[in-house]
Nanobody, 116 residues
Framework: QVQLVESGGDLVQPGGSLRLSCAASGSISSINAMAWYRQAPGNEREVVAIITSGGFTNYPSSVKGRFTISRDNAKNTVYLQMNSLKPEDTAVYYC??????????WGQGTQVIVSS
């Protein structure tokens, strides 16, 4: 079992920045990939960033160049640095991890609102 707790969501103006954090606990050694997803009202949940245990990262075109995912293995924490935020980035952001045996765990989500 892995438990995830996100933090850092907030109201920010367009063009601003936020950093989300996700602290993992439990069976930490079983974690392979870590990722951030988001879900806006009326939309499906979509992935916005992935980082593997080897440090490989991947982003969809909608956030590439603006968002950066990183992980601190010593702190069992994954971060999402979001720059040049747009109103369309408004969503609930979820942290997720996939273990080596294929299990997926989700955090409770943190709200990001981009508005003037």
């Amino acid at each position: 079992q892995v438990q995830l707790v996100e933090s850092g969501g907030d109201l920010v103006q367009p063009g601003g920045s936020l950093r989300l954090s996700c602290a993992a606990s439990g069976s930490i050694s079983s974690i392979n990939a870590m990722a951030w997803y988001r879900q806006a009202p009326g939309n499906e949940r979509e992935v916005v960033a992935i980082i593997t245990s080897g440090g490989f990262t991947n982003y969809p075109s909608s956030v590439k160049g603006r968002f950066t995912i990183s992980r601190d293995n010593a702190k069992n924490t994954v971060y999402l640095q979001m720059n040049s935020l747009k109103p369309e980035d408004t969503a609930v952001y979820y942290c997720a991890v996939r273990t080596y045996d294929g299990a997926i765990y989700w955090g409770q989500g943190t709200q990001v609102i981009v508005s003037s």
